[in-house]
Nanobody
Framework: QVQLVESGGGLVQPGGSLRLSCTIP????????VGWYRQAPGNNREWVAD???????TYADSVKGRFTVSRDNAKSTVYLQMNSLKPEDTGVYYC?????WGQGTQVTVSS
């Protein structure tokens, strides 16, 4: 069974930062794009950002300039650095590669 393991969520004040991690089995990590998604209460899951195996990144307009996605090949891990966080960034964040999803990690932005 393929497992994507996320970590790094938590409670942060508006304007603060968090870094999420997603560790992926090597055979998946080395071959496929990894995406980050989020789901706020009562909303549909939405795409946040992607990074390809060649390190090409794309972002949703709502996070562009504030979030950065990166990958560490040695650790088979993808990161989502989130800066200048806003209350509307609150939700459960998921990583996805191919058809596999992580378990999700809660991010709460509140004063």
């Amino acid at each position: 069974q393929v497992q994507l393991v996320e970590s790094g969520g938590g409670l942060v004040q508006p304007g603060g930062s968090l870094r999420l991690s997603c560790t992926i089995p090597v055979r998946i990590f080395s071959s496929y794009t990894v995406g980050w998604y989020r789901q706020a209460p009562g909303n549909n899951r939405e795409w946040v950002a992607d990074i390809t195996t060649g390190r090409t990144t794309t972002y949703a307009d709502s996070v562009k300039g504030r979030f950065t996605v990166s990958r560490d090949n040695a650790k088979s891990t993808v990161y989502l650095q989130m800066n200048s966080l806003k209350p509307e960034d609150t939700g459960v964040y998921y990583c996805k590669s191919l058809i596999y999803w992580g378990q999700g990690t809660q991010v709460t932005v509140s004063s």
